[in-house]
């Protein structure tokens, strides 16, 4: 697989699990948590986050089957959520992009579900997957690059919300859903140009 195509799947669940935007939910998630045991638990989350990921990567094949879903309707529903999902990036809302729910020590919830591992990274990789299931490697290692760079980011969030500051965080997302919305309306096309040439073949 070309080395471009493994980089554009790495931005675009970079772009996915989005964590610039949450860097403000890791920042109040962990305000409770001492100064020095907050890198341990972003690590932790994370770590999380990537193994529920791979998780559904290797058994979304199983997961449609079961559910009786083709990869056509993944395509468009993943390209629905990525489309909302990029909506609230660029019009920011109070509560966030998942809502912020409070609590101490987060432990799964709200960073590792469904801040990094939410409904759209989730239907990403399996449609990764789905539609080119020879390359689970380089799907893989596009997973983790992004990964790796979401949890460096996270673990400075606290620097970054400092430099920054709110206006400059804004910014950053929004330039991120503007992205996002690019992408998710080239994958909403996609499954929607795939399902009108099934229909022909059909008909």
Sequence with gaps: MPVAEVFSAAVLLLLVIDPFGNVPIVVSALANV??????????????????????????????????????????????????????????????????????????????????????????????????????????????????????IVLLAAYRLQRVLGERGMIAVERLMGLVLTALAVQMLLDGVRHFVASLAQGG
Excluded at 61 to 90: K, N
């Design 34 to 151: 001492a100064p020095a045991r907050r890198p341990r638990v972003v690590l932790r989350e994370c770590f999380a986050a990537y193994l529920i990921l791979v998780a559904f990567m290797f058994g979304g094949q199983a997961f449609l089957h079961w559910l009786q879903l083709s990869e056509v309707s993944l395509a468009i529903a993943g390209g629905i959520i990525l489309f909302l999902i990029a909506l609230r990036m660029v019009f920011r809302h109070p509560e966030g992009i998942f809502g912020d729910p409070p609590g101490e020590e987060p432990f799964l919830v709200p960073l590792a579900i469904p801040s990094i591992a939410g409904p759209s990274a989730l239907a990403t990789v399996m449609l990764m997957v789905s539609r080119d299931p020879p390359h689970r490697l380089a799907w893989l290692i596009a997973l983790t690059a992004a990964i790796i760079v979401a949890t």
